[in-house]
């Protein structure tokens, strides 16, 4: 008796080690970064964008680049530079464009840009914190702790930003209003020389050579990212300070421009500051001059103490990097590991755009972009920042409204009509730039 019961004891046992061998022989998928970055954008940015499956699109595919001209290098015509490759030069796109819509930089109509301000000079508040609501997400049950890199999408609320931080973080002045005024046509700086392929070409560039002198002939950027230069409009004499140098493209593109007194290059990692190093050493006369007009440092945005210093800032501020973060998963920003790091990025975003913006004299701009699409990274960052602004100091500013000094760039690159302080280039696959935040402000005061 006790032997047949023995025999069932064992066919038990081996029953239930079955069992456990199938429960754990099922693998768990650990989430990739990219994978969770993309479902997070269908779940939000769908909300935002009519057009999200184009933009998706665009996203996933490689972006377009242009080629930034080295007024240093012996080569600079487009022959020289690239053969018989088609390619425009922005320049003459951009007046072009000018021409044909009767925008003359020297005739600009200032009682236009008086009646367009008087109808813009206050941004209504109530639109403003409909929008932000629209990202504001549903409370959530779970803590940050709780959420396991291996739970599955369809178990995890992809949002912008957990609700109570971004609570927390958007508490603005309820008695501020931002001053949004008309920015007038830019002149297009007469020493750039900027080559992009045309629409619907997908052509990439040659890699770019070092001509008789050691210099590299030109910088291949995504197109975009000139806009953020392009909108900082330096004027001869002026001391520039470019704050997230790293890896220095926009900042050869001020220095392209040749119309500064001087430039701070800044980034706040010492490794990011060694390539930026790098950068300016290829494309740069190693010549005493330019060592003096050109200062590299490495400091945090944060810790920065020169108040009162320059005319033009630029601060291409750390973000979600919307397009890095859908096509690669190493260091993701996205990585469940890396969620606490996400849900600091706007407070972080804020503090050196307020940091930034005491640096400017008075009658200064400052650039403010990013690469994302995200509303609070963007719209929502500047209006933080302004409105702590105006609660804790006697600084005073205005928003530009860029959309008349961009709008010749409208058949170059594909611009989001959603933001209410910026301009937002979204990818778009026949012009595949960006994403891209602009925002010019003033100090008037």
């Not at 996203?59 to 080569?75: G, R």
């Not at 997400?137 to 739970?151: A, L, Q």
């Not at 000139?226 to 470019?242: I, R, S």
């Not at 010549?287 to 945090?300: H, M, R």
């Amino acid at each position: 008796m006790s032997y047949f019961c023995n025999i069932r004891v064992l066919k038990s046992v081996v029953n239930i080690n079955k069992n456990c061998i199938r429960a754990y022989s099922i693998p768990k998928v650990k989430a990739l970064g990219s994978t969770i970055a993309l479902n997070h954008f269908d779940q939000f940015y769908s909300s935002v964008f009519d057009n999200w499956p184009s933009i998706r699109l665009a996203l996933l595919c490689p972006h377009s680049y242009c080629a930034v001209a080295n007024v240093f290098a012996k080569d600079k015509s487009a022959h020289e530079l690239f053969g018989d490759m088609d390619v425009f030069n922005m320049k003459d796109a951009y007046h072009l464009q000018l021409g044909e819509l009767g925008m003359m930089t020297d005739t600009f109509d200032q009682s236009d840009q008086n009646a367009d301000s008087d109808f813009n000079q206050k941004i209504n508040q109530e639109k403003f914190e409909d929008q932000i609501k629209s990202v504001v997400p549903v409370p959530m049950k779970k803590t940050i702790e709780e959420h396991s890199e291996f739970m599955p999408a369809t178990e995890f609320k992809h949002r912008e930003f957990d609700s109570e931080e971004l609570s927390d973080f958007y508490q603005p002045n309820p008695n501020f209003k931002a001053q949004l005024i008309k920015h007038g046509v830019i002149h297009y700086p007469e020493h750039w020389e900027m080559y992009y392929c045309p629409r619907g070409k997908f052509k990439r560039f040659p890699p770019p050579k070092t001509d008789v002198t050691g210099l590299l002939n030109y910088y291949l950027m995504d197109g975009a990212s000139l806009l953020p230069v392009f909108a900082l409009d330096v004027q001869k004499g002026e001391d520039v300070a470019d704050l997230c140098a790293s890896p220095g493209g926009k900042s050869l593109a001020i220095l392209f421009g040749l119309r500064f007194d001087k430039l701070v290059c800044n980034d706040a990692s010492l490794s990011r500051v060694n390539k930026l190093k790098t950068v300016l050493s290829s494309y740069l006369p190693g010549t005493k001059e330019w060592s003096k007009k050109v200062l590299v440092s490495n400091l945090d945005v944060c810790d920065w103490t020169c108040f009162d210093s320059f005319d033009k800032i630029l601060l291409d501020v750390p973000c979600s990097n919307d397009r890095l973060s859908v096509t690669k998963d190493s260091n993701n920003i996205f990585q469940q590991k890396r969620f606490n790091e996400r849900m600091l990025i706007p407070r972080n975003q804020t503090a050196m755009l307020s940091t930034a913006l005491k640096a400017l004299k008075v009658g200064g701009s400052l650039v403010y972009s990013t690469c994302t699409l995200s509303p609070i990274q963007n719209d929502g960052v500047v209006h933080m920042a302004l409105s702590n602004l105006s609660a804790e100091s006697t600084f005073e500013f205005c928003v530009q409204d860029l959309s008349t000094a961009f709008f010749p760039l409208r058949k170059m690159f594909q611009f989001s009509d959603n933001c209410i302080y910026g301009q937002l280039v979204v990818p778009f696959l026949p012009l595949n730039y960006g994403p891209m935040y602009i925002c010019k402000i003033n100090r008037t005061k």
